[in-house]
């Protein structure tokens, strides 16, 4: 098969961007991309009123990747993020962007040690990704040099004011002299996300891409009418009849969502949690097996999962019927995506009836109320739902992976210890015939071994040469890490 080429050269953006978005697959600019791109290109605020799905985060990060100046050390673009699970998220987004660039982009946030983080800004850095509170932390213990920062992106900026950051948020714009280009996203504008606009940013080009409430209109949205204490096992019966591939459970409270998820276990249903007070480690795995498909539902809160990037879910679940309308439409909002069709199921108490109320008129759309499943039909199709939940299928590629194919890491024996550079490392391949410094990634120079990342499937063809070859005048031990 052809490889499509992107069409984002119709952009001033350099080879090595054309050629990572090219091996991630983006080949054509979503509608936000195509408003961003070129006003950050062009030096200008912006001010973008969208949500996940909608490829902010390739918006900024391509004009930023392109605006990086390599041979700086200080960082030139902070990012900032309200939950550490985003930070990771858009890290590895903006590092796969400029891989072929070979950027730096460390990330930091709270619950991870700092002095790791402390090393990574002390070498070199070009973007870094962080969520307030420790980018705080890394400035006042001058860890994060802030002179050089050009670009400073506020995302999820209405998230980040819900969750007590706002005083956070502007320090740190304040503190960035000369002022840098500033973007800020939000997938609300209410007033207090206005008022920060207003204060800190300079006729700001303002984006509002509508990308949930145009899927509103492909979901399917229906409820029950259910009091808490019968939730539960009309869940399990409706699921049984829904027999979702896909689907995401909606709680609200981190208790409830520990609470389900251990009586899904229970029946053996195979599926995942996601909230706040888990511990760092564990709702990074949640969100990575989810998304590779160890299992197929997830219950969680809004905050939790806001902004993260999963597939397109065949059904959204809100156990907990939502306390705002907007969380409605974002929890909605994982289905219907990329018009296919979805199903958002509510279950809705008494009290709740004005809530429905309130989200029919902001969504234009009716909830349809239905009866409870029929038992007699649960029970014919159960076998076939507990089935399906002993099936193992064979796990989802990583976002990235074709791109990651093409790389080899490699380890080489010796390190500062022995006086090595990356110019000693580059040199010696750049003698291998066939080998060129484009096909060379980061290196990284540690104490007593050193890493080279080998683009363009040539890592192979590096590794047998450098078998026969020397760097820095000795014969090293070199081999594969992955
Ligand atoms: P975001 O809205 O930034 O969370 O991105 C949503 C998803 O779309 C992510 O998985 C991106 O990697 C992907 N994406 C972003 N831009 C493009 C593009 N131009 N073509 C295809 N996929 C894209």
């Known amino acids: 098969m052809k490889k499509q080429t992107t069409k984002f050269i119709k952009y001033d953006i350099s080879k090595e961007l054309q050629e990572s978005l090219t091996l991630l697959g983006y080949i054509n600019p979503t509608p936000i991309q195509e408003e961003i791109i070129p006003a950050l290109l062009a030096g200008r605020d912006v001010v973008g009123k969208s949500q996940t799905g909608s490829g902010k985060t390739a918006a900024f990060a391509i004009p930023i990747c392109e605006a990086i100046h390599w041979d ?15 930070a990771v998220q858009v890290r590895e987004e903006i590092f796969q962007i400029g891989r072929k660039k070979k950027l730096k982009v460390p990330v930091i946030f709270g619950g991870m040690p700092i002095d790791k983080q402390e090393i990574s800004l002390k070498q070199k850095a070009h973007i870094v990704v962080g969520t307030p509170g420790r980018v705080l932390d890394h400035m006042r213990r001058d860890n994060l040099l802030l002179h050089n920062i050009k670009y400073l992106v506020v995302d999820e900026a209405d998230l980040m004011l819900d969750m007590g950051f706002l005083e956070d948020v502007s320090l740190i714009i304040k503190s960035i002299n000369p002022k840098p280009i500033l973007a800020l996203f939000s997938a609300t504008l209410g007033e207090h996300v206005t008022k920060l606009i207003e204060i800190h940013m300079n006729d700001p080009k303002v984006i509002l891409i509508e990308t949930d409430t145009e899927t509103v209109s492909t979901v399917e949205q229906i409820g029950y009418k259910l009091e808490n204490h019968d939730k539960f096992n009309s869940l399990i019966d409706i699921l049984i009849l829904e027999n979702p591939d896909d689907c995401m459970l909606f709680c609200g409270t981190r208790e409830m969502v520990n609470s ?121 199709k159960k076998d076939t739902f507990f089935k399906k939940q002993k099936v193992r299928e064979a796990l989802k590629e990583k976002k990235g992976a074709v791109f990651n194919n093409t790389i080899t890491m490699l380890s080489i024996g010796g390190g500062k210890k022995s006086k090595m550079r990356p110019g000693d490392i580059v040199g010696t ?27 363009n499937s040539k890592g192979n063809l590096v590794l047998e040469a450098l078998q026969e070859k020397t760097i820095k005048g000795k014969e090293r031990k070199v081999q594969k890490t992955k």
């Open 72 to 86: 700086d050390n200080a960082p030139q673009a902070l990012i900032l993020e309200p939950t550490r699970e985003l």
């Open 429 to 455: 391949i750049c003698s291998i015939e066939g080998v060129t410094q484009e096909d060379i990634g980061i290196v990284d120079v540690r104490e007593s071994i050193s890493y080279v990342e080998i683009f």
């Open 260 to 380: 389900l998820f251990q009586q899904m276990k229970r029946k053996g249903i195979r599926c995942g949690m996601l909230h706040g007070a888990m511990e760092q480690r564990d709702r990074l795995f949640a969100i990575d097996d989810f998304r590779l498909g160890k299992f197929h539902y997830l219950v969680t809160t809004d905050v939790a999962a806001r902004g993260i990037d999963f597939i397109n879910m065949t059904h959204v679940i809100n156990y907990d019927f939502p306390t705002n309308k907007e969380n409605y439409v974002h929890r909605i909002g994982r289905t219907g995506r990329n018009g296919k069709s979805g199903k958002a199921i509510s279950f809705i108490q008494d009290s709740e009836l004005r809530g429905k109320k309130v989200v029919e008129e902001f969504t234009g759309a009716s909830i349809e109320m239905k009866e409870l499943p029929n038992r007699e039909l649960v029970l014919t």
